[in-house]
């Protein structure tokens, strides 16, 4: 279990990435749109690249021939898991500053244990403790701030975020469900390609172009910058690639409920890293003995379900 949870902490510093970019895009006037799929387009690009060097082409053929086989069920799940999930973070990029999407975003924490549930999975009454703690803390980081509350904010800044926390773990758990077969109405995917992140990765990547086909239809944003385009490029490599391998990396090695939602809980590790990072690289506002308070919630929600290993 400890491993599992320093991997997810590994994965939410790359993650943190995500909302400090993309602050600086929304910052310069860069459309959210175009914030979100050429993320996922880079990322296409470097997942194509890693799996022909370390797989070779067969391998890379054999991923496309998977999602080809299967592919009513990656367009759902990663239109879910990738796509609502990164087109309401960065759309929320608009109108919120990266640490209050970082911070709003930790109630992936507790959605994770809803999504779980309507998968028919069950906790032990102390795991909804650890994840309200560390609820609490991330609801003190908020309510620290809250001299700087508006109305629009809260509905075009929160509410999308708190969409896009069950959006991710949603899509996630559909892919860990296909492939050992637990669930009668999600189709068994049970190849070996499967066991590789990157493929993993790639699968759900590939099942988001339908998504962001539309969005770019819809919305007829203008040209990406250059600005936008390189920092694009920055986030699909730390937080799509690097991050996101990861954090499945640990969840495939999870093996029962309460691994899986304390791999899920360490994504709560991003608002220290984004905080960090807004005060180094934006001149933030710095943490006041409120903020500080809900950080240490969070550290302390996190070092139980490390400690606490029971199956």
């Given amino acids: 279990m400890t491993k599992l949870i320093f991997l997810g902490i590994l994965s939410g510093a790359f993650f943190s990435s995500t909302f400090i970019l993309n ?11 175009w914030s979100a799929s050429l ?23 054999d991923v496309f021939g998977l999602f080809r086989s299967h592919y009513k069920f990656w367009i759902v799940a990663g239109s879910i898991g990738f796509g609502g999930f990164y087109s309401l973070i960065c759309f929320s990029a608009d109108f919120s500053p990266g640490w209050v999407i970082a911070a ?36 003190l980081v908020n309510l620290s701030y809250i001299e700087q509350f508006d109305p629009k904010v809260f509905l075009l800044g929160g509410i999308p975020v708190l969409i896009a926390a069950f959006c991710y773990p949603f899509g996630n758990q559909l892919v860990w469900e296909a492939k050992h077969a637990k669930h009668k109405n999600i189709p068994s995917i049970t190849s070996p390609l499967l066991n590789n992140v990157f493929n993993k990765v790639l699968l759900l990547t590939l099942g988001s172009f339908p998504l962001w ?14 600005s ?5 490029l920055l ?27 304390g791999v899920d809980a360490t994504q709560a590790s991003e608002v220290i890293f984004a905080l960090l990072g807004g005060l180094l690289f934006l001149e933030g506002k710095a943490p006041n003995i409120v ?12 070092l139980l379900f490390v400690t606490y290993q029971k199956v």
């Fill in 228 to 232: 936008q385009t390189l920092n694009t």
């Fill in 39 to 61: 993320r996922y387009v880079f990322m296409m690009l470097f997942l194509s690249v890693i799996i022909l060097f370390s797989g070779g082409r067969k391998q890379l053929f």
């Fill in 213 to 226: 086909i539309v969005l770019v239809l819809i919305t007829q944003p203008p040209a990406p910058s250059m």
């Fill in 104 to 139: 709003t975003w930790q109630f992936t924490v507790v959605a994770s244990l809803f999504i779980f549930m309507l998968f028919g999975r069950t906790f032990p009454k102390r795991i909804w403790l650890f994840a309200s703690i560390i609820f609490l803390g991330v609801i």
């Fill in 23 to 33: 602050e600086v895009m929304s910052l310069e006037g860069g459309h959210w749109v």
């Fill in 235 to 261: 986030v699909a490599l730390l937080s799509g690639v690097f991050a996101t391998s990861i954090f499945l990396f640990a969840r495939n090695l999870a093996s029962n409920s309460n691994e899986l939602a």
């Fill in 291 to 302: 903020s500080i308070i809900g950080l240490v919630l969070i550290l302390v929600g996190l």
